[in-house]
């Protein structure tokens, strides 16, 4: 698994290290937020009591924050996405390869497809990072 981070993304991390006191291990954009991977265990302490932590970096970044826990692997996948995409909801994911269909209703379909494609391209790329998936199909 091979996690991309520009400068930028790196500058996020610190931030994130320096306000919770926990290691970020990655980082990325997907649908005008930012998301921070942590481990399972940290997530809680990361967000912070009565949502201090994320309340502070939104200030201090300018964007919105989700604090999500890494996949420890292929198993995850399901609940990785769900956890990035809320509010909107999909049926399910199929792995097949290194290609993953995403099963949604027709308003869930446009919502994760985005205008132009973005956020299937964000999806796919982050998807590529974490899992080894090349395609990403919705249907």
């Known amino acids: 698994m091979i996690k991309v981070l520009d400068m930028q993304f790196i500058r996020y991390a610190n931030i994130f290290g320096k306000t919770t006191r926990i290691r970020c291990n990655h980082c990325f954009e997907y649908n005008n937020s930012i998301v921070f991977a942590v481990p ?54 199929e792995i097949k390869g290194e290609d993953a269909v995403i099963s949604a209703g027709s308003q869930n379909k ?5 205008r132009n494609r973005a956020r299937l391209n964000e999806m796919s790329n982050i ?5 080894g998936v090349k395609k990403v199909m919705v249907k």
Do not use: H
Request: hydrophobic share 40%; aromatic share 8%.
């Open 127 to 131: 998807l590529d990072q974490y899992f």
């Open 40 to 93: 399972k265990r940290f997530v809680m302490k990361a967000i912070g009591k009565g949502n201090a932590n994320l309340e502070k970096l939104s200030r201090i970044i300018g964007k919105r924050i989700k604090i999500v826990a890494e996949p420890r692997g292929k198993e995850d996948i399901e609940s990785f996405v769900s956890t990035i995409t809320r509010p909107v909801k999909f049926k399910a994911i």
């Open 110 to 114: 446009a919502s994760l497809i985005g």
